[in-house]
């Protein structure tokens, strides 16, 4: 086990040095161009990840002192860390811009599909709501849990329904998501969720979702608080079945 995790941290600083140099110091230069060179305005020094460690603390040659040895291992881990951090950063916005993309995209070719049907460019707007005969169906995938023929299957679908409600904000298609949700908020009152509760079509419970309004963070924390009690109601049908094997 201990040889490989040495031998993963050996490949990680590898992988990360080479990342790094790509973009801090051009293959055709050398090393004293870049982390030595204070006048280098490329990139801080201080932040530039040297393929020589000791360029990374200052010194011309490897230290000598076991002080110096372990400045030199805890500066390379941190700058490591560092740039593993923003690159990660850069690969979840990367991520989310393909998926609003697809999202788009999709949508799209539904539109195109709809209108080459004969339909005209206002009927297929992109509306999921005009996409659907079915009033309890607002956004493209959602289903009417309603029509599920058993308590499981209906909440299986709510779950389903949330993972789209989310996909949904995420792509900034905030109202047809809101609009789904208040859908799925009472389907889980028709199978019986606990804590979700309408008085004159307002949902007071779950407790996130008190007052939901057409706006991003509360239909996402409604939609989570919502799964939360979907996925309790599905623990106690489970329990009454095992309960009910042992008698």
């Not at 055709?28 to 006048?39: E, I, L, R």
């Not at 030199?72 to 490591?80: I, N, P, Q, S």
């Not at 989310?166 to 908020?185: F, M, P, T």
């Amino acid at each position: 086990m201990k040889k490989k995790n040495k031998y993963f941290i050996k490949l990680k600083t590898a992988i990360i040095s080479a990342v790094a140099m790509l973009f801090i110091v051009p293959a055709v230069y050398a090393a004293d161009n870049g982390c030595s060179d204070d006048d280098n305005n490329r990139i801080a020094p201080v932040l530039a990840l040297c393929s020589s460690h000791t360029y990374n603390i200052g010194l011309a040659e490897n230290p000598t002192s076991d002080s110096d040895k372990q400045l030199m291992r805890d500066v390379v881990a941190l700058k490591t860390t560092v740039m593993m951090q923003q690159m990660y950063k850069q690969y979840s916005f990367l991520e989310a811009t393909l998926n609003r993309m697809k999202t788009q995209l999709r949508r799209e070719i539904l539109t195109t599909n709809f209108e080459a049907a004969g339909a005209s460019s206002s009927d297929s707007s992109g509306s999921a709501s005009s996409m659907s005969t079915d009033r309890n169906v607002v956004l493209i995938g959602a289903e009417n849990c309603l029509l599920k023929t058993s308590t499981s299957a209906g909440l299986a679908c709510i779950q389903s329904n949330i993972r789209i409600v989310l996909q949904a904000v995420s792509a900034g298609n905030i109202g047809e998501a809101y609009r789904q949700l208040q859908k799925d908020l009472s389907f889980a009152e028709s199978f019986g969720v606990t804590g979700v509760k309408s008085e004159k079509g307002v949902y007071t419970a779950p407790a996130n979702c008190v007052d939901l309004k057409a706006s991003r963070d509360k239909v996402n924390n409604c939609a989570y608080a919502l799964n939360i009690a979907v996925m309790t109601k599905i623990e106690e049908q489970q329990n009454q079945q095992r309960n009910n094997q042992q008698k």
